[in-house]
């Protein structure tokens, strides 16, 4: 895929426009008692939308997105996202921001990687980090805090895998809440 959509550079997030639809997730929750794994499908849009320009001195390529997560065993949806992914031409920084309605949005950085024809975007957020930050209300603050966040995308071709990683404190613990799956683009 070029690189250039409608005139303008995506760089290292061309690969990512399209439709993509995967059912070979695994969702990693915890409960009270535990952890529940639960397989699911997804489907995921991405739009080129343009560039945006910053104080007269970033300009960023950008890309906006739907994630929609249902559950296999009942088609029941459980996690609805919708967010940006963002490129810096001139720092080759890559930003992530999401937002799912919990109460609970983030912007997260990294460098893109490229192995071959396969691109690596892997991004990081924290709520102590200055940069690439976390907020959540109060609820989720004082009752399922998101303390880290972690999202490796791998893109070769038409087939996307991920990983993607919040740390929580919840039921009085820690818990890695994890998302895998693979998916390809329709």
């Not at 490229?114 to 200055?130: F, P």
């Not at 976390?134 to 399922?144: E, G, K, L, R, V």
């Not at 890695?176 to 329709?186: I, Q, V, Y």
Request: charged share 25%.
């Amino acid at each position: 895929m070029s690189k250039v959509i409608h005139g303008v550079d995506y760089g290292p997030l061309a690969g990512l426009v399209g439709n993509w639809e995967g059912d070979k997730g695994t969702d990693v929750s915890p409960e009270p008692d535990g952890k529940e794994e639960t397989p699911y499908f997804e489907r995921i849009l991405f739009e080129a939308i343009g560039e945006v320009t910053n104080a007269e001195s970033q300009t960023l390529s950008v890309l906006r997105y739907y994630q929609l997560v249902s559950k296999k065993t009942t088609k029941e949806v459980f996690h609805n996202e919708t967010g940006y992914w963002m490129w810096d031409p001139k720092t080759d920084v890559v930003m992530h921001s999401l937002t799912i309605p919990r109460g609970v949005c983030l912007l997260a950085g990294g460098k893109p990687q490229i192995d071959g024809t396969m691109v690596v975007l892997e991004v990081k957020a924290a709520v102590d980090n200055k940069d690439w930050g976390i907020i959540q209300s109060p609820f989720m603050q004082d009752n399922a805090r998101t303390n880290a966040f972690s999202h490796r995308i791998c893109v070769d071709g038409n087939q996307l895998t991920y990983s993607e990683t919040m740390v929580l404190d919840i039921y009085g613990k820690s818990f890695d809440h994890t998302d895998t799956n693979t998916l390809n683009r329709g």
